[in-house]
């Protein structure tokens, strides 16, 4: 049974900062990992998917990498902004196209 | 290019109704998964469908039920509702069920459930 965590679950720092964001899994038999953002009360926002052939991706401001093997995934978030304030979720996908398996997210704050 | 849609967006029930939740995936889509997250926890995995049959399933009693439509949308149903099923009930969708595609799942913005 796959078991996502991520630690600390809160996290606050000043507008500006390069932060990492660190995700492990227990099942590293995985076909990719998704890097998701929820804002209070909304749904998920995609941010960045890992096929298991890769060791990064970058979008932006986003760079997430993923060691398979040791079953962790680190999601860089470079010149953070107040605009980034929202929970970060990681999920893998032990399946083909199957279920998503999510911690409980980091709670990232801030301040402007 | 509309995304996810799920209706109603809040919904307020006691226990032991039932409840029918629905979701538009994105266009282009054929993959339905439902997700429940209670407070403060990251969504479980409920169920999935696809050609309009139940795919998968995650660790969810038999009150909860879907059904999914020629058009690829999709109902949840939750019978005898429990105080505990209060929770946002999220929505994905994504292409080419049964097939390794590596395509990202793509999420609406859920609908938030209250059991009194």
């Known amino acids: 049974k796959q078991e996502v965590t991520q630690i600390p679950a809160a996290l606050s720092v000043p507008e500006g900062e390069n932060l990492v964001l660190n995700c492990s899994f227990t099942?590293?038999?995985?076909?990719?990992l998704q890097w998701f953002r929820q804002d209070p009360g909304k749904g998920l926002t995609s941010l960045l998917l890992i096929q298991s052939s890769q060791r990064e991706q970058t979008s932006g401001r986003l760079n997430a990498s993923l060691d398979k093997s040791s079953g962790r995934s680190t999601l860089y978030i470079a010149a953070s902004q107040p605009g980034d304030s929202a929970t970060y979720l990681c999920a893998p996908d032990t399946g083909a196209n199957s279920k998503l398996t999510f911690g409980k997210g980091i709670t990232l704050s801030v301040r402007p | 290019d509309a995304g996810v849609t799920q209706s109603p967006t809040h919904l307020i029930k006691t226990r032991g109704q039932q409840v029918t939740l629905r979701c538009s995936p994105k266009s282009g889509h054929d993959t339905v998964s439902w997700y429940q997250q209670a407070l403060g926890q990251g969504p479980q995995f409920i169920f999935q469908y696809y050609e309009e049959e139940e795919r998968q399933r995650g660790n969810f009693p038999d009150r909860f039920s879907g059904h999914q439509f020629p058009n690829y949308s999709s109902e949840l149903n939750v019978n005898a509702l429990l105080l505990g099923d209060s929770a946002l009930y999220l929505c994905?969708?994504?292409w080419g069920g049964g097939v390794q595609s590596n395509q990202p799942q793509h999420f609406g913005d859920g609908t938030r459930l209250s059991i009194l």
């Open positions: 994905a969708s994504s």
């Open positions: 099942d590293s038999a995985i076909y990719n």
